[in-house]
């Protein structure tokens, strides 16, 4: 564990758990992530600058698990989330996706929130 890393075009890939942001601040610039389950998490202030986050076969994305006093956990800057073309469905058969509503909320920019 350290503080203040930065990770620069790097490409982690993985399946459950690809990256452990575990505590300190890190910083990812044009990063590719890829993973199924819960593959970004961890306890760290992370901001992913201009990172391509891929989700494979329609997975969670992130088990951020920051402190509730720690005003920033997780920050996406301009990120790109893109995954496979087969949604994940629940064991009954039905795609969790067509159920969805809203869309999640991606990027703080200067004080206003992007979708």
């Not at 994940?88 to 969790?96: M, Q, Y």
Request: contains cysteine; hydrophobic residues 30%.
């Amino acid at each position: 564990m350290g503080d203040r890393q930065v990770y620069r075009k790097c490409r982690l890939l993985g399946w459950q758990d690809t990256l452990y942001a575990n505590g300190g601040r890190q910083y990812f610039d044009h990063c590719y992530i890829e993973g199924r389950v819960d593959f970004i998490f961890g306890n760290a202030r992370a901001v992913f600058d201009h990172c391509e986050i891929h989700s494979k076969n329609g997975g969670h994305v992130t088990a951020a698990s920051t402190d509730p006093a720690v005003p920033w956990g997780f920050v996406f800057l301009d990120c790109k989330l893109t995954g496979d073309a087969t949604p994940w469905k629940d064991p009954r058969g039905r795609s969790r996706v067509a159920r969805r509503r809203r869309r999640p909320t991606w990027a703080v920019r200067g004080g206003r929130t992007r979708r």
